[in-house]
């Protein structure tokens, strides 16, 4: 019969080298992000693995396959999306402050990262749960919003019927227009390009609100509790 203390000594020996394994996969997936950015969306895994210093088939004992990789890659930069854009998920300040700060987040994120956004587009990279990595964030950050219009609009004792739209047009909105200035500047700053999207996005809030019988200053907090 196994002895206990056999036992004990074979499930630590098992968790370590699960444990090493996740490392190494982590390693090989921050390798592929580096590789990405140097190399652009169509880099190939022998150049993800040259980053990561190991031959292709050592990537392989610790993915499936491409796609794996893909994947893999997809749930890790959905992970630094969100950590990115916290302006969105914790917004402070006057209405236009909060428009200008997410939309500055979301372009900000896109500029510096446009390899890893281009990747994630050619690719139709998907995460583990088999949604798409970018449909996936869009998604995140429209529901997010959904619920802040809400809560706003209650405040304000304005019908909230149009929040959801307005929350994913407001998205589609921004990620359209950054994305062509990305592949076309034409001589646009970023800045002013956050300012015009700022303006854009404040002109349909406003309007909305106005023809729900509620008014915002753009430059006061907003009440989030229901007007007595």
């Given amino acids: 019969m196994t002895s206990s203390s056999a036992l004990d000594t074979t499930d630590g020996r098992t968790t370590r080298w699960a444990g090493h394994r996740q490392r190494r996969r982590r390693e090989f997936v921050d390798a592929a992000l580096r590789a990405v950015a140097e190399h652009g969306p169509e880099v190939s ?16 004992k610790h ?6 990789l893909h994947t893999a890659v997809a749930d890790r930069v959905t992970e630094l999306i969100h950590a990115e854009l916290a302006p969105v998920w914790n917004p402070q300040g006057t209405p236009l402050q909060m428009i200008r700060a997410a939309i500055g987040a979301h372009i900000g994120w896109l500029s510096d990262h446009g390899n890893l956004h281009r990747y994630l587009t050619s690719h139709a990279a998907t995460t583990q749960h088999g949604h798409s990595a970018v449909n996936g964030v869009k998604t995140a950050i429209a529901e997010h919003l959904t619920a ?16 959801e739209p307005l929350a994913f047009g407001i998205v589609g909105l921004v990620e359209t227009s950054t994305t062509r200035w990305l592949e076309s500047p034409a001589g646009m700053p970023r800045d002013e390009l956050t300012d015009l999207l700022t303006d854009w996005v404040w002109r349909l809030l406003d309007d909305t609100l106005r023809s729900a019988g509620a008014t915002l200053d753009p430059d006061q ?5 229901p007007r007595p």
């Fill in 45 to 60: 895994v022998e150049q993800i693995a040259d980053q990561a210093g190991v031959a292709r088939t050592r990537l392989y």
């Fill in 221 to 225: 907090p907003v009440p989030t509790h």
């Fill in 148 to 163: 802040l219009f809400r809560t706003y609009s209650a405040g304000l004792r304005a019908e909230t019927t149009a929040a």
């Fill in 63 to 68: 993915f499936t396959d491409a796609a794996d």
